[in-house]
DNA sequence: TGAAATGTTGGGGCG
DNA sequence: ACGCCCCAACATTTC
């Protein structure tokens, strides 16, 4: 009988996988393997958290395997040998696996390619890369008519179901799944958790989403981004799931909701087509005049930034919220991207490494098109100029403190007018408050227009 | 998916 | 009653 290997790599879900449904499809026996790659875990790149959150995934996926009469074989080493050696121990003759489109991803692939039997498909996003083009044949380095041109494709097939059972040969050897220090990330692991937080968005906080996402105080966000990361959730499940809410919606806040949440997910589509077409972004900037840009690389500031001791208290929060829980309200990754490049003038690959060593939804095409959006040297691009007011944005988006409160715990009892300006505070007030600046916290490491002239200027030679 | 600088308008205080 | 000034509010331009 035929046996097949399903290789998994960021696709951890039974349910719409093209690549478990192809291997499924020869009708034989199929061993489930995910290799953890030295490579990936030894890179500069590589982050506590995100892996942790990728064994627990693994622990649930071997979990829904055991259900379905399966189990999943881990094995640890180069990919192609790895694969090589589990085909010559079990007889297994082809691999099938779900298309990935980062640099490093397609090298792997294309090495093991050339030895072995390997079937790519797709289902990391919708439309594969290369397939939302211009009339052309060139890619869109904006995202509007990007946008538009992928809802003009005709709509991708329903998600598919998972497989009711699983035959796989028993007893292949392969590595206990690891057991790592507990550390604390405020998603559960796994497909099933994946379905609970999109039905849970989809009947209640889509009605919100388009305005509230935008507040940092709020839970206004999707929160699927680590499950969309790792495929515990398939983009095309949450799309046909968005649909179907905007289809039924009566209110139009669920469909504004609805709409917004859509050009979310294809923003995402979008940097995995900017990253396919365009892989030299991963070392520098998409317009490549930006590369000159004369960085000031000041280690101390990039510390204040890393460690939220800036002074700028949604600055902050933020920063001790990612290292904290591993994920960042999505208008605060803007404003610490636009802080630590505008402000401190500092690279942004600094900044993009960083968020990659902390963040559980860190994604190679994601993290670097947002960090060259918000450097202004990107595809789409904010323009230079437009540098964030850290105090404005705070005031706007967390108009009560609350996010800054949960965060900065020396900033609890300072008054709502002055949270977003701690240094503003008049002396009766904070000697009342034992606030004392520089001391209880920060005083702001940069004045913010002076920096604003800086990067102005530097930008412009 | 900005913010600051600059320009315009119009109401109200005042001589 | 009228012109002048101030300045808030809003609009436009610029970075």
Known sequence: MAISIWWVRRDLRLADNQALSAAC?????????????????????AGEKRQAFLIDGLRSLDADLHRIGSYLVLRRGEPAEELMRLMGETGAGEIYAEADHSPYARSRDARVANQLPLHLLPGLTLHAPGAVVKAD????????????????????????????????????????IPHLPEVSIPFTAGEQAACRRLEEFLS???????????????????????YLRFGMLSARQAVHATWRTEANALDPGSRQGAETWL?????????????FHFPRVRRGAFRQELNGVRWLNNEEDFSAWAEGRTGFPVVDAAMRQLTATGWMHNR?????????????????????????QHLVDGDPA????????????????????????????????DPRGAYVRRWVPELVKVPDAYIHTPWEMPVEVAQALGFKLGETYPAPIVDHAL???????????
């Open 332 to 356: 605060a990754r803007m404003i610490t991207a636009s802080f630590l490049t505008k402000d401190l003038l500092v690279d942004w690959r600094w900044g993009e490494r960083f968020f990659m």
């Open 366 to 397: 994601a993290n670097n098109g947002g960090w060259q959006w918000s450097a202004g040297t990107g595809t789409d691009a904010a323009p230079y100029f437009r540098v964030f007011n850290p105090v404005l944005q705070g005031k706007k988006f």
């Open 451 to 461: 920096a604003r002239q800086r990067v102005l200027a530097a930008y412009r030679v």
């Open 25 to 45: 499809a020869e009708g034989g026996q199929v061993i489930p393997l995910f290799i953890l790659d030295p490579r990936l875990l030894g890179s500069q790149y």
């Open 204 to 226: 209640a906080g889509i009605q919100t989403y388009a305005v509230d996402r935008n507040y940092m105080d709020l839970e206004g966000t999707s929160g699927l981004s680590p």
């Open 137 to 176: 044949g060139s890619p869109y380095t904006v995202f509007t008519p990007f946008s538009k041109a992928w809802k003009n494709l005709s709509a991708p097939a329903s998600p598919l179901a998972a497989p009711g059972r699983l035959s796989t040969p028993p007893g292949i050897p392969g590595e206990e």
């Open 263 to 275: 050009n979310e997910l294809i923003w995402r589509e979008f940097y995995i087509n900017v990253l």
